[in-house]
């Protein structure tokens, strides 16, 4: 179903590998999605209808990874197409949990998982929005949290800089009053590398943190490995925790070491 062409300025989103979690969390915006309905005209968002306007885009929201050739050759299109490109998710900013195929042989997985593999057309990675076209903001998380991503939308609608903190969980347990589980009670977590966003949801519950946001500029993941050891975990037990939903970005940090 097409529609005529609009005067107010243009949203899309885009889905490429991904479970749709991010796409969903703007859907649960719910009163601040009506609002904003009637502040742009949504172009292309197929999650929500099928209703389809050409472009330009004055903004695109992309959640996924890169996985095959023809989504290759898609992202480029849709930035082409668009005025600003924003990524949303861990899929989109750093490959997803499917980027543990990077550190594994393709052809394993398709002998293994899928009895006719000759159908199946795939890279052998899964990697970041980025990696193929320039971006101009990416918002983190697994799912990404609606609060940041309403700021998002907002602030390119508005014409300025997104308002999102580059800080870390920890700087979040602060601000909550949250005692530090790690030091307090010996749990292994993640928050002194991760990216802030979610609200310190975990060590609120008594649960470390597992790096849902990826890692945050110039994470100190040295020493953060030192406290894990204290907390009793072993190399292999570091190695799986950080191979989940960012393993590609926290494997950058870590200068290439396998998961």
């Not at 795939?122 to 609060?147: K, M």
């Not at 907002?154 to 300025?160: D, K, N, V």
Request: negative net charge; contains cysteine; charged residues 20%.
């Amino acid at each position: 179903m097409s529609a005529p062409p609009t005067t107010r300025p243009t949203l899309a989103v885009w889905k490429f590998a991904s479970c749709d979690g991010c796409q969903l969390t703007l859907l649960d915006c719910e009163d601040e999605l009506l609002a904003l309905s009637g502040a742009v005209t949504i172009s292309h968002f197929l999650e929500l209808s099928d209703t389809i306007i050409g472009g330009p885009y004055d903004l695109s929201l992309v959640e996924g990874s890169i996985t095959t050739a023809a989504d290759r050759e898609r992202i480029r299109a849709v930035r082409e197409q668009s005025r600003f490109l924003v990524t949303i998710g861990a899929c989109a900013t750093a490959g997803g949990i499917q980027a543990l195929r990077n550190f594994a042989d393709i052809d394993d997985f398709l002998s293994v998982v899928y009895a006719r593999p000759d159908y199946i057309d795939t890279l052998a990675t899964s990697t970041a929005i980025s990696a193929h076209v320039p971006v101009d903001f990416e918002l983190r998380g697994c799912p990404i949290d609606r609060r940041q991503l309403l700021e998002v939308i907002t602030a390119y609608l508005a014409g300025r800089r997104p308002n999102i903190p580059n800080t870390t969980v920890c700087t979040e347990c602060k601000r909550r009053g949250l005692t530090c589980v790690m030091v307090a009670d010996g749990t292994p977590c993640l928050g002194p590398v991760t990216h802030s966003g979610c609200g310190a949801l975990c060590p609120a519950v008594s649960r470390g943190c597992y790096g849902c946001f990826g890692p945050t500029t110039d994470p100190n993941l040295t020493s953060l490995m030192g406290w894990l050891r204290t907390c009793g975990m072993n190399d292999d037990a570091i190695s799986r925790v950080l191979a989940t939903f960012n393993v590609a970005a926290f494997d950058t940090e870590t200068r290439g070491s396998p998961p």
